[in-house]
């Protein structure tokens, strides 16, 4: 039996969805080419934008035409379960309660079918089991060249435009003896990356030692020969102790911050809990200790009350600090946030042609970093092998091909980057 896994969203989905598929991979079902060719299909949702509903709808219709089955979870599964259940008499919802619970779903499936129950028999038995909530443990994947481990979910901000904090709940962290514990097994088993995930990392034991305190236990315990990659990182909790870890060579430099806008008045305008000054401060002190990292981050386009003076200040901020790459999303009402209903709405049209002009700024930002790392040191992790040669990413997450070597996936290579149309890696001994 075939099953496909359809994401959508954050790195956390996406962390969370590759777990799924690695429980099925061991139970022994086939991984399908894509979502027509599968008999289960999982849908992985988002609930950020209208779009990324709208998309996991289509979707999902598309697949109840050809798999047995559509499991939907994810977010926006969470907040409309009527709605989504209501999308073909196929669909299964899963909410985020039970969404941990799909990790035994494909041994439950293996078994009713052995017993000659049908699919349909096996989900409602399924069901019909205790699924106690707990913190989804996605640990690693048999068939991935980097590992990747969850250690927090949930979020106690409540910013004006998110429904995840709604959908996800408070901020939840997993034991600091346990993440290094789960590390050390993964490092055992032969990987060389870890990335760190979770719905709002840097809330990691906020209250506590931090996602600093983390870090140094984890540096202290691993290898020398391990990197560790961070998703996402809220500013608001990027303090000097996280600060120092990051000079370590084995964080891996690129760092992605969800800034949204670079105009303070907006800021506190959305419930952000930090200041543009604070995000400089973080920028100017990673420069200091690192060479050139890749430094990422998340715009919304068009929030409500977003002037002309509040647009021009981020592009400002954005060429100053020279960030390598945009995420870009069009501002999109969400019920139950702070900012339904807003009487201040930005035309559509302006909207759009703001994150247009993001989006162009940020193809030629990326252009421009690509060019000033041909002939600099660096290392990648070999990723895949295609029918043209063998591919990776660099530290600084940089895709690239490589030229000089056939190490397999899940390798280390030291090089540099040689050529940038198309980007290659040119290994050294």
């Known amino acids: 039996m075939k099953v496909f896994v359809y994401t959508l969203g954050c790195r956390l989905n996406q962390c969370e969805s590759e777990a799924i598929m690695d429980s099925f991979i061991k139970a022994g079902f086939q991984k399908a080419d894509n979502g027509r060719s599968a008999d289960i299909v999982i849908v992985n949702s988002c609930t950020v934008t209208t779009k990324a509903e709208q998309k996991a709808r289509r979707m999902i219709r598309l697949y109840s035409k050809t798999a047995e089955a559509v499991v939907v979870t994810g977010c926006y599964a969470q907040m409309d379960p009527k709605e989504v259940a209501a999308l073909s008499a196929k669909v299964h919802v899963f909410s985020l309660r039970q969404k941990g619970a799909l990790l035994n779903l494909a041994e439950h499936i293996k078994t009713?079918?052995?017993?000659?129950?049908?699919?349909?028999?096996?989900?409602?038995?399924?069901f019909a089991?205790?699924?106690?909530?707990?913190?989804?443990?996605?640990?690693?994947?048999?068939?991935?060249?980097?590992a990747y481990l969850k250690i927090q979910d949930g979020c106690d901000n409540h910013c004006g435009f998110c429904r995840t904090s709604i959908a996800r709940g408070p901020s939840v962290s997993l034991g600091d003896d346990v993440v290094v514990d789960r590390a050390l097994k993964l490092e055992k088993e032969g990987f060389h990356e870890i990335m760190l995930t979770g719905v709002n990392?840097?809330?990691?034991?906020?209250?506590?030692?931090g996602l600093g305190g983390l870090c140094e236990k984890l540096l202290e315990a691993l290898g020398?020969?391990?990197?560790i990659r961070f998703s996402s990182m809220e500013a608001d909790?990027?303090?000097?102790?996280?600060?120092?870890?990051?000079?370590?060579?084995?964080?891996?430099?690129?760092?992605?911050?969800?800034?949204?806008?670079?105009?303070?008045?907006?800021?506190?305008?959305?419930?952000?809990?930090?200041?543009?000054?604070?995000?400089?401060?973080?920028?100017e002190r990673i420069r200091q200790m690192?060479?050139?990292?890749?430094?990422?981050?998340?715009?919304?386009?068009?929030l409500p009350g977003e002037r002309d003076e509040d647009f021009s200040i981020t592009l400002d901020f954005l060429e100053k600090y020279d960030f390598a790459a945009f995420h870009v999303f069009p501002y999109s009402q969400r019920e139950g946030t702070a900012l339904f209903g807003a009487k201040d709405f930005i035309e559509e049209r302006v909207r759009d042609e703001r994150a247009a002009a993001l989006r162009d700024m940020s193809a030629c930002h990326f252009q421009r970093y690509l060019e000033r790392q041909i002939g600099k040191k660096a290392e990648i992790l070999v990723e895949e092998k295609l029918?043209?040669?063998?591919?990776?990413?660099?530290?600084?997450?940089?895709?690239?091909?490589?030229?000089?070597?056939?190490?397999?996936?899940?390798?280390?290579?030291?090089?540099?980057?040689?050529?940038?149309?198309?980007?290659?890696?040119?290994?050294?001994?």
């Open 112 to 126: 009713c079918l052995f017993s000659g129950l049908s699919l349909n028999e096996a989900f409602s038995s399924f």
């Open 129 to 146: 089991l205790d699924m106690d909530p707990f913190v989804f443990d996605a640990s690693s994947f048999s068939y991935h060249s980097r």
């Open 201 to 209: 990392l840097t809330m990691y034991d906020h209250e506590k030692d």
């Open 224 to 227: 020398p020969d391990m990197r």
């Open 237 to 283: 909790h990027i303090d000097d102790r996280l600060l120092r870890c990051i000079k370590d060579e084995r964080i891996q430099p690129h760092f992605h911050l969800p800034i949204q806008t670079a105009s303070d008045r907006l800021l506190k305008r959305i419930g952000r809990v930090y200041s543009m000054d604070h995000v400089r401060y973080i920028i």
């Open 290 to 302: 690192r060479d050139d990292p890749f430094f990422a981050c998340d715009l919304i386009a068009g």
């Open 387 to 429: 029918p043209d040669g063998l591919y990776g990413t660099t530290g600084n997450y940089i895709k690239a091909k490589i030229i000089g070597s056939e190490a397999p996936s899940g390798s280390l290579l030291k090089g540099f980057i040689s050529n940038i149309s198309p980007v290659e890696f040119s290994c050294v001994s």
